[in-house]
């Protein structure tokens, strides 16, 4: 099996690298907000991230692989922009309802669009009070779903009020949904089970890309630490317990990465419970991996990377929401569990 990028994809992933290095968050007094977030958005808009998952304005078939590249070079600096929320599962929504013209809006940039999700961030949300509204940094309205006669109907209501609440990840925002069910509005058609079944997979395979963006940038900052780093005259690189807790993390990342590209890969080429299933194993896997990833790092870095001051903090508040969005390893292994004992095929 030839699992290596094509031509164009590896040319996407440079291009995505390259921007992500301007984009990135180095401490968490320069996450973006105003007119710099607003620059920030326009950076991705402008390089066609909205419409990763449109065809007809792409001009390619949708692609999860594609999609997960370029979330995953973004997470790697730890880009404040809200791309996994407004870019990708928003978009990702509003093109399986056929809602065309929130779609166009969106890959121009007019509209901006948080998806809610339910209070314990597992699935997306109906938009009720109690709701809460993810990745809403410059959003102008939210997003609902909710299940009629068997179909899902997505809805948006605009934003109101001014305050977002502080989350642990402090490089995304989100809010509590307050809107009454008279403030939203219908959009597109109604999602089949089938397709919507491929926009969850798409939605867990996201955070997992995002996941993995922050192994890598963690795993990569405590590389060039432990080369630079020295003590008792030595770099601390040239300890083997630091070699060995590096390479651990390196197993780990390029694990999850294997994970993420097949349920990329599958959202679009294999059945929807086939891709349902590899989505959940890579959410599973980068939820517990991460953690490790993340975990590691600080321990190279020493005390200094548990300062407020230090960018490790902010990677390992993105890898403990990460982590809960969607279900974290204990919902999936379950989830895995009731898929594989209903179909045998499948086991």
Excluded at 33 to 42: E, F, P, S, V
Excluded at 108 to 121: F, S, Y
Aim: proline residues 3%.
């Amino acid at each position: 099996m030839d699992v290596s990028l094509t031509g164009e994809q590896q040319l996407l992933q440079d291009t995505v690298s390259a921007l992500a290095d301007q984009l990135a968050t180095t401490d968490p007094g320069d996450i973006p907000t105003g007119d710099l977030l607003n620059r920030q958005w326009k950076q991705l808009v402008d390089l066609g991230v909205t419409t990763l998952r449109s065809p007809s304005l792409c001009g390619l078939p949708e692609s999860g692989v594609e999609t997960a590249l370029v979330i995953e070079q973004l997470a790697r600096t730890l880009c404040a922009a809200p791309v996994v929320g407004q870019a990708v599962l928003a978009a990702e929504l509003l093109e399986a309802a056929r809602a065309e013209r929130e779609v166009n809006l969106v890959a121009e940039g007019q509209l901006r669009i948080a998806p809610t999700l339910t209070v314990d961030l597992r699935r997306f949300g109906a938009g009720t009070d109690g709701t809460v509204a993810f990745d809403t940094a410059g959003a102008t309205h939210v997003l609902s779903s909710r299940e009629v006669d068997g179909k899902r109907e997505l809805a948006i209501a605009p934003i109101t009020g001014a305050e977002t609440e502080q989350g642990l990840d402090l490089t995304r925002s989100l809010r509590r949904v307050s809107a009454d069910a008279a403030a939203f509005t219908v959009v597109g058609a109604p999602i089949c089970e089938d397709r919507w079944r491929r926009a969850e997979a798409l939605a867990l395979t996201a955070i997992a890309a995002d996941q993995l963006g922050v192994m890598q940038g963690a795993l990569d900052e405590a590389v060039r630490y432990a080369h630079d780093r020295v003590q008792f005259g030595v770099p601390i690189g040239s300890f083997q317990a630091v070699q060995h807790v590096l390479a651990d993390a390196l197993v780990s990342v390029e694990g999850a990465r294997s994970c993420v590209w097949h349920a990329a890969w599958a959202i679009d080429h294999l059945a929807a419970d086939e891709a349902s299933l590899a989505a959940m194993t890579a959410k599973a896997y980068t939820a517990a991996a991460g953690r490790d990833v993340v975990e590691a790092a600080v321990q190279v870095f020493g005390g200094i990377a548990i300062t407020w001051e230090h960018v490790a903090h902010l990677r390992l508040r993105r890898t403990l929401l990460n982590r809960r969005l969607f279900g974290d390893e204990t919902v999936q292994y379950e989830a895995i569990a009731r898929m594989r004992l209903a179909n045998e095929e499948l086991m």
